[in-house]
């Protein structure tokens, strides 16, 4: 007999199959349309201020960061590791060598534990997700299912109902060794976390034994890692995946603070944290440069999805406008393709002087090429658009 309903056991029911999926009409009257396109001015003016913010925050985040970065690579120092250096307590070191830990690392959650440095557990959960299509009397909502990471909420789906996706009975996490060293330094859980895993954490069959302790009946071995269901090739809504990977002892490299006789986060003098780890002997300075890119493409990323969110907030803003335009097809195209002109240019100039004023301070000429580069692709677009409207105002006769 199944032990399904165990009191150790997942505690939902799988809902839904693998099958294709659902489409729900959801038509939209007129009433309601224009009701809708004046909210999305709203939504686009918070769309806007929004993404203002956060720009600015991730440009002044990118500044500091350098600042602290830059500091830290002038001042650090090197640390022997056969002893510890009570001179260089209270100060930025760097240390390189074999780290091990008498105790290894475990995750908690699963009863599971091995030699290593660090663990990292990923879980999946199979889920429902929504999607909007179409427009006016033609608008639907497809209601699909996918792996994800992170939880979907389905209370706010539009058609709720047999689309509804269980709580998370387990979440990711990162697990560090609590005794880990190089020769005569500790190394501190805090350091460890900034350490990167990488290599797959096969699980045994003792460890799947551990886990379906905790995870009940349900739960068994998948390519080296665990699944909660019946059937990993016919997954079912509220099933999960976990993997773990993992950071095995050996040799690594760590810059931060030398507190005690143990490495922990530094604070540079604009209050900005330092904690660097890499696995193998890697230099400070080569661990800096890492660093410094990794803080660029950050940026960049953020960045990017600040710049996406103001154009889609700008285009909000004329919303009415495309709804009135929208029974005339070509009239229709030809405002969709002068608002997302428009947008664009209020976009390329806003972001650009938000990114400017946040790094004037810092660099003056990187704010000011900013602001000439923005311009010069505002003025080009500006041109471009006055160029189209010209030829179709020239065409116009013609076609007459």
Do not use: C
Request: proline share 4%.
């Amino acid at each position: 007999m199944s032990d399904d309903n165990s009191s150790n056991d997942v505690s939902w029911a799988p809902t839904g199959d693998s099958g294709g999926p659902d489409v729900v009409a959801a038509p939209e009257g007129i009433l309601s349309r224009i009701g809708n396109s004046f909210s999305a001015v709203l939504v686009g003016l918070l769309f806007v201020i929004g993404s203002t913010i956060g720009l600015f925050w991730n440009e002044n985040n990118a500044v500091e960061v350098a600042k602290a970065l830059k500091e830290g690579a002038a001042t650090v120092q090197a640390a022997t590791t056969d002893r510890v250096d009570a001179f260089l307590d209270g100060r930025l070191i760097h240390a390189s060598g074999e780290t091990v830990s008498a105790r290894g690392v475990a995750d908690p959650d699963l009863g599971l534990a091995t030699a290593g440095l660090k663990l990292e557990r990923k879980v999946e959960m199979y889920q429902w997700y929504e999607t909007e299509k179409g427009s006016g009397s033609d608008r639907r909502f497809v209601y699909d299912r996918k792996w994800s990471a992170s939880p979907i909420n389905s209370e706010g789906f539009h058609a709720p109902s047999g689309h509804s996706n269980p709580p998370f009975r387990l979440e990711g996490g990162s697990f560090a060794a609590q005794d880990a060293r190089i020769g005569a330094l500790a190394i501190s859980p805090a350091a460890l976390g900034e350490l990167p895993t990488g290599d797959r954490f096969l699980l045994d069959d003792a460890a799947v034994a551990k886990a379906r302790s905790v995870l009940g009946a349900r739960a068994r071995a998948d390519m080296g890692g665990l699944y909660v269901g019946q059937d990993p090739a016919n997954p079912h809504v509220g099933d999960l995946r976990i993997t773990h990977t993992i950071a095995r002892t050996g040799p690594a490299s760590f810059v931060g603070r030398q507190q005690a006789g143990a490495i922990i986060a530094h604070t540079a003098s604009n209050g900005r944290e330092i904690l660097l780890a890499d696995r193998g002997i890697v230099p400070a300075d080569a661990m800096f440069k890492e660093a410094q890119e990794e803080n660029r493409i950050f940026t960049w990323i953020i960045r990017g999805v600040g710049l996406l969110f103001m154009l889609i907030g700008f285009s909000l803003f004329f919303a009415p406008v495309q709804l009135l335009t929208d029974w005339i097809p070509i009239v229709g195209g030809l405002v969709q393709g002068a608002v997302f002109l428009v947008s664009l240019t209020a976009t390329v100039v806003l972001g650009s002087i938000v990114i400017a004023v946040a790094w004037f301070a810092a660099r003056p000429l990187l704010a000011i090429g900013v602001l000439v580069a923005g311009g010069a692709i505002a003025w080009g677009l500006t041109r471009r658009r006055a160029a189209k409207q010209a030829a179709q105002g020239g065409a116009s006769p013609a076609r007459a």
